[in-house]
């Protein structure tokens, strides 16, 4: 089975305590139903993974980046709805212009402490508090993971860092 190969962005504040995520809320029937996660989709054919990420924001948050950082990347084997692979690219978003959009077709977009996410106090995929600390360390270094997923939930988690 081909992967799915996607990118996910986590927006900094101009200060860098909060960043803007979507609360997927718009359609009972998705798999991210209630969940706050970053921006980001799926490449398009003949799509790098920051132009995909930088398309992604535009649509998404009606926003161009201007600084955009490597956190690192993750295999999810058997993530999506009817199992499929996913290889995704995060990213920290660093700078940006333009006026975040309140919400899109997938949900309400949000301005969220950093703290609030790392402490577990924001409703998320709970596979997502494995990888969180690496996206937002003081000293990032990028990592690359595997989490294989088995009827949506992860069955473990592994990285190295480079």
């Keep these: 089975m081909q992967a799915i190969v996607a990118t996910l962005g986590y927006v900094f504040s101009p200060d860098r305590r909060k960043i ?16 706050y996660n970053g921006l980001g989709g799926k490449l398009e054919p003949g799509e790098d993974v920051v132009s995909g ?3 992604e924001l535009h649509e998404e948050a009606g926003i161009d980046c201007t600084g955009v950082e490597l956190a690192g990347t993750i ?18 978003v660093t700078a940006w212009t333009g006026t975040p959009h309140s919400a899109n077709d997938e949900g309400s977009l949000h301005w969220v402490e950093i703290d ?9 995929w709970e596979s997502d508090r494995h990888f969180l600390p690496l996206v937002f360390a003081e000293r990032p270094e990028v990592f690359h993971g595997v989490m294989p997923f088995l009827a949506g939930k992860a069955q473990s988690w592994s990285f190295t860092t480079v």
Aim: proline share 7%.
């Design 20 to 35: 803007l995520m979507i609360r997927r809320d718009a359609r009972p029937d998705d798999i991210h139903f209630g969940y």
């Design 116 to 124: 609030e996410v790392l402490a577990g106090r924001v409703p998320m």
């Design 53 to 55: 990420l930088r398309r």
């Design 75 to 92: 295999s999810w084997p058997g993530f999506g709805r009817d199992g499929e692979n996913w290889l995704g690219f995060l990213f920290r």
